[in-house]
């Protein structure tokens, strides 16, 4: 039988102290290239790890209220963050239980994090629901395909939620942008197999 991943603090806290830094200190390539022109407001980056989207967001000129489950990858974000702590909440929260503020974000930026399907989908809303109107879900998966050999390890896809799961769901209120999988366009993690990302980008209308 297939052992299910189980990503709660406890491994996600373990992943973060078994190395000195585990992701590569550069924001993800998909924020950049889709909101590098985007006005600065209020952000959410769910899931933000070291912090490495939440201060190139914070650099220019965002507020940012970065959520992370990982008391040590908060810490760790927040020692890098210095030139810019006025402009940065580091917050340790589970927002698949305690989901944001309704319309309080101009961006909500979901970088390749596990979101877990939910009856009712309620923590996929709780996301939703915090766009403000006119503002903008960037939404961030590795391809499908690419996970393939993961699921020996005990990770099964069916379990979450991916771009082309999402955008039928969004309904007339919002206007789909960007819906697509293309290749990276940074390298793969070192021992990934990551080639290409699915990436959906959608306007709020109301």
């Known amino acids: 039988m297939t052992r299910k991943t189980h990503f709660d603090a406890q491994h996600w806290d373990e992943m973060y102290r078994s190395r000195d830094q585990v992701f590569s200190g550069n924001p993800n390539g998909v924020l950049v290239t889709e909101l590098g022109d985007l006005p600065p407001g209020r952000a959410l980056d769910v899931g933000c790890g070291e912090g490495a989207d939440a201060l190139w967001l914070a650099r220019r000129g965002w ?9 040590v990858a908060l810490r760790r974000a927040a ?9 940065v909440s ?18 909500v930026s979901v ?17 939703l629901d915090a766009v403000a109107p006119g503002g903008t879900l960037l939404f961030v998966t590795h391809a499908l395909a690419d996970l393939a050999r993961q699921q020996e390890e ?6 979450y939620y991916w771009p082309a ?7 007339p209120d ?19 197999h990551h080639a290409r990302d699915s990436v959906l980008r959608a306007r709020r209308l109301a």
């Open 111 to 127: 970088q390749y994090f596990p979101l877990r399907r939910q009856p009712g989908h309620a923590a996929l809303r709780g996301l």
């Open 79 to 87: 020692a890098a963050a210095a030139d810019v702590q006025d402009r």
């Open 174 to 192: 919002w206007d789909i942008l960007v819906n697509e999988t293309r290749p990276r366009v940074a390298p793969p993690p070192a021992g990934t």
């Open 154 to 159: 005990g990770f099964d896809p069916d379990d």
């Open 165 to 171: 799961d999402i955008a039928p769901l969004l309904g």
């Open 63 to 71: 507020h940012v209220t970065a959520v992370d489950i990982s008391e």
């Open 90 to 107: 580091w917050t340790r929260a589970d927002l698949l239980t305690a989901p944001p503020g309704t319309g309080a974000f101009d961006l």
